[in-house]
C-alpha cells in the first residue's frame, strides 16, 4: 500500500509530497490535469513565500526565471501608499504555469510518483455510527474508469474547490462574502524594470491587483463582489477597470493576450484541517481573499505543517490525536496572519470600511505602509 496518497499537484501538494519523499516515504501525487497548466492568480510570490522555499533549499528555477518585487503600490480613494520591502526582503512575480511546473518536478525529483489525468473524485471512506476514517481516495481516469486507491495517509491538496474535503463534510463556500475573481494579461509596452512594484487598487465594493510579470506581459486581477449577471468576462473587468482613472488609462480598451479566467466565490471555509486519514493543506483547508496576496505562501507553510504530522503518523502507525495537533500547529503557525487577512477582508466588505481606510492612508500613511509589509510577510 502506498504510503501517501496526495491530491493536487499545485504549490502545497508539490511541496508536501516533496517534504515526505525526502524522509523516505512512498507518495504518490495526482492531478486532473497535465503540466504544465494555467491558474489564476496573482503571481506573485512575497518575500514571506521566497524565504520558506529557501528554507527548503528551493531556489533558482523558476524563481531565477522571474521578476523581483521590491514593494507594492496601494491605492484607495483619494489616497496611494508605497511600501518598499526592506533591501534584503524580495517577492517575486513568475507565471503560475511556470513556477507549478517548476515545483512539481523538484517533487518528483525528490522521488515522487506523479500521475497527471487523475481526478479525485471523493475520499474513500470506512463509515460506522459515529466514526468516520479516511483510507484513501476514489479516482477517475480520463477514459471515465473510477478505482479505490488506498494509502496509510490521504492528502487533499485540490485546491479552493477540494473535492476531497467537501466529499466528507469538511469545506464549504461561506454565505458571505461573495466575491469573484477575473484575470487576464496584457501586453506591456516598455521593458521590465530591474525589480518591480505589484499593485492593489482597492475600491468600494471591488478591487484590482497588477504586476509585470515575465515575458513582457502584466497581470491584472479585478475581484468583485456579487458580479452583476450578464457580461461578458472581459466586459465586465473593463466596466469595472473604467470605473478608476489610472486603470481605466492603461487597460480598459486594451485586449487581453489571452481569453479572461473567472474564480468564484473565492472564500472557503474549513471546520477543520481533516480527520482520522486525511489532512488538507492549502486552499482545501481554507481561502481567505486574494487581497493580501499570500496565499501560496500559506498555502506552502501549511502543507509542510501537514507533512511533518503525516511523517508522525507514519512512524508511530498512529491516527490518536493527529488532526487535532494539525489544527493546533496551524493556529501557531498561520493563526496571525489568518486573522489580519479576515480583519482586512472585513474592512474592505463595506463602503465606509474602504472610504475610511483611503482617508487614514491619506493622513498617516506609515500604518499603511506597515500593513502592506505585514500583508507581504516582510517584516
Ligand atoms: C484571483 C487570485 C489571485 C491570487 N493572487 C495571489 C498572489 O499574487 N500571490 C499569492 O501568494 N497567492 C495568490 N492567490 C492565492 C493562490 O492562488 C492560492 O492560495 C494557491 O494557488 C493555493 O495553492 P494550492 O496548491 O492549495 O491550490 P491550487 O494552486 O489551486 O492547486 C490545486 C491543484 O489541484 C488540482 N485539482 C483540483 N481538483 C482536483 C481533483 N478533484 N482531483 C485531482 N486534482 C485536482 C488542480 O488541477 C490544481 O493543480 C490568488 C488567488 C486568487 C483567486
Not at 497535465?34 to 514571506?48: A, E, I, M, S, Y
Request: net charge positive; hydrophobic share 50%; charged share 20%.
Amino acid at each position: 500500500m502506498l504510503d501517501v496518497l496526495i491530491a493536487g499537484a499545485g504549490p502545497a501538494g508539490a511541496i508536501a509530497a516533496r517534504a515526505l519523499a525526502l524522509r523516505g516515504a512512498r507518495v504518490l501525487l495526482i492531478d486532473r490535469e497535465t503540466f504544465p497548466r494555467d491558474k489564476l492568480c496573482g503571481d506573485t510570490l512575497n518575500p514571506g513565500a521566497i524565504e520558506l522555499l529557501r528554507e527548503v533549499n528551493l531556489t533558482g528555477g523558476a524563481l531565477a526565471m522571474g521578476l523581483p518585487i521590491a514593494g507594492m503600490r496601494v491605492t484607495g480613494p483619494g489616497a496611494s501608499v508605497v511600501a518598499r520591502y526592506r533591501d534584503d526582503r524580495r517577492g517575486v512575480s513568475v507565471r503560475r504555469r511556470d513556477l507549478d511546473l517548476w515545483l512539481l518536478n523538484q517533487a518528483v525529483a525528490a522521488g515522487v510518483r506523479f500521475e497527471p489525468g487523475l481526478t479525485a473524485q471523493s475520499a474513500l471512506t470506512v463509515d460506522s455510527a459515529d466514526f468516520v476514517a479516511v483510507r484513501g481516495l476514489v479516482i477517475r481516469d480520463r477514459s471515465g474508469v473510477v478505482t479505490r486507491m488506498p494509502a496509510s495517509v490521504t492528502i487533499a491538496a485540490d485546491g479552493r474547490r477540494s473535492a476531497v474535503a467537501r466529499s466528507v463534510g469538511l469545506g464549504a463556500n461561506p454565505a458571505s462574502p461573495r466575491r469573484w475573481a477575473y484575470g487576464a494579461y496584457f501586453h506591456a509596452d516598455n521593458p521590465a524594470p530591474e525589480a518591480v512594484i505589484g499593485e492593489m487598487h482597492v475600491r468600494a465594493g471591488w478591487y484590482a491587483g497588477a504586476v509585470r510579470v515575465p515575458g513582457d506581459l502584466i497581470n491584472v486581477c479585478v475581484v468583485v463582489d456579487r458580479p452583476p449577471a450578464g457580461l461578458q468576462p472581459i466586459e465586465l473587468m473593463r466596466s469595472f477597470l473604467r470605473r478608476d482613472p489610472e486603470l481605466s488609462r492603461r487597460f480598459a480598451t486594451a485586449e487581453p493576450v489571452e481569453p479572461v479566467s473567472v474564480l468564484g466565490p473565492l472564500a472557503v471555509d474549513a471546520s477543520s484541517a481533516g480527520l482520522p486519514g486525511l489532512f488538507l493543506v492549502g486552499d482545501a483547508a481554507g481561502f481567505v481573499d486574494p487581497m493580501t496576496g499570500d496565499g501560496l505562501n500559506l498555502a506552502m507553510r501549511g502543507a509542510l505543517v501537514a507533512a511533518d504530522e503525516a511523517m508522525r503518523v507514519l512512524e508511530s502507525g498512529d491516527w490518536t490525536g493527529a488532526v487535532e495537533r494539525l489544527n493546533v500547529r496551524r493556529q501557531q503557525v498561520l493563526g496571525s496572519k489568518l486573522r489580519f487577512n479576515r480583519w482586512v477582508r472585513r474592512l474592505t466588505a463595506s463602503s465606509a470600511g474602504v472610504y475610511a481606510a483611503g482617508l487614514a492612508a491619506a493622513v498617516a500613511p506609515g500604518i499603511v505602509r506597515k500593513m502592506i509589509v505585514e500583508a507581504g510577510d516582510a517584516a
